[in-house]
């Protein structure tokens, strides 16, 4: 199981993630991480606001 932590403002000028869970020497790109905010925002009973708001 996967494990996402953030620390920081959502609209701040930085936030902080820990991925807990995967094993060691997997590496996760910033790509990876776009990839994965981009099917979220297309997620069932998610805002209007999700569909524009990018993840960055």
Excluded: C, N, Y
């Amino acid at each position: 199981m996967l494990r996402w932590l953030t620390a920081g403002e959502s609209h701040g000028p930085a936030l902080s993630a820990i991925l807990e869970g995967l094993p060691a020497g997997v590496e996760v790109g910033t790509k990876d991480i776009s990839a994965a905010l981009a099917r979220r925002r297309l997620g069932f009973g998610r805002g209007a606001r999700m569909k524009f708001e990018q993840d960055e």
